[in-house]
């Protein structure tokens, strides 16, 4: 089997955690329901317990239930027959059928209609289908995981999502935290799409200043992963220096960030300063001479917090 090349950044202890439930799931075929807000990284997630599993030479095959209208959604699942509907000129298999052993993601699953709930319950209750304007009866060999950035427990008690396939998806779940909730992961996901984006925009030579670091850390990014992604592509574009500052950054982050900075203070000064000392210390790849500088301490009393922090 070949190794999983799909990254999960996990340095905060709630990303860990989420990493290792996601790997005993691997494992299993049972379906798998994925919540978490928009741009958490729930696609990301999927298709990394797809590698790490048994099916990672299989297809992974993903539909946008959201985007499709729902006859799109119907056809792309379970195929058609030659004629079944005006336009089908040849039979078209699903991806129901083509995954094989594959995996299926639903992305935004609460988005399906009420008549494709219907259908989608009875393929996860009898594990089979048949293609749109078909007899022929297939079984479904794949895993499904369906993905949502919506409360499921208020959609069915609103009836806008059937309560007993709210059950089928659910025999599995993972819930994914929003960035704010794993604030430990923000610099080194920024680092990781820093060092995936520089190149592609002519800036190998790019990194990320102090400044900016911290910046980044007191943001309370609510467009969670995605956003951190698009902004630091943003810096790339409109940073001009090898080593991008807050002014490089869109607005929204500068300003949010530096109010964050204000009210961060009510938290405990000694996780402000050992978060400092940690980023200068790695701006300065461990110089420490140069670090204490930046800091505005002696050698000596940057020793000791090193020390004190665990920051060897």
């Known amino acids: 089997m070949t190794a999983p090349n799909i990254s999960w950044i996990a340095e905060d202890p709630v990303s860990r955690h989420v990493l290792e439930v996601a790997e005993k799931l691997a494992d299993t075929s049972t379906t798998l329901l994925i919540t978490g807000e928009s741009g958490t990284g729930k696609d990301q997630l999927a298709r990394w317990i797809h590698e790490r599993g048994p099916r990672r030479d299989a297809p992974l095959l993903k539909i946008d239930c959201a985007s499709l209208p729902a006859e799109l959604v119907e056809s792309e699942l379970f195929g058609h027959e030659r004629g079944a509907f005006t336009g089908a000129v040849a039979r078209k298999p699903g991806r129901l059928e083509l995954a094989q052993e594959g995996t299926i993601v639903l992305d935004e699953v609460a988005a399906l209609a009420p008549g494709m709930q219907a259908k989608l319950l009875r393929v996860l ?3 089979t289908f048949e293609r749109l304007g078909g007899t022929e009866t297939l ?6 995981m369906a993905l949502t950035n919506t409360d499921m427990a208020k959609a069915v008690e609103s009836g806008r999502f059937r309560n007993d396939l709210f059950f089928r998806l659910n025999v599995l779940a993972i819930y994914v935290p929003p960035l704010r909730e794993r604030r430990a992961d923000i610099v080194p996901l920024a680092k990781h799409f820093l060092e995936r984006l520089a190149p592609i925009h002519g800036r190998a ?3 990320f200043d102090v400044d900016s670091l911290v910046m980044l850390q007191a943001y309370a990014w609510p467009g969670n992963v995605r956003e951190l992604k698009n902004t630091v592509e943003h810096a790339l574009v409109f940073g001009k220096k090898p080593s991008l ?16 900075g204000i009210t961060g203070m009510l938290r405990s000064l000694e996780d402000l300063e050992r978060e400092a000392i940690k980023l200068t210390l790695e701006a300065t790849h ?8 930046m800091l505005g301490i002696s050698r000596k009393t940057l020793l000791e917090k090193r020390k004190k922090y665990g920051l060897i």
């Open 205 to 207: 030579e790019a990194s």
């Open 245 to 260: 500052s807050p002014k490089d950054f869109p607005e929204i982050v500068r300003t949010a960030g530096n109010e964050r």
């Open 125 to 127: 209750e009898e594990r």
């Open 139 to 144: 079984r479904l060999e794949a895993r499904l």
């Open 286 to 293: 461990y110089k420490i001479g140069q670090a204490a500088d």
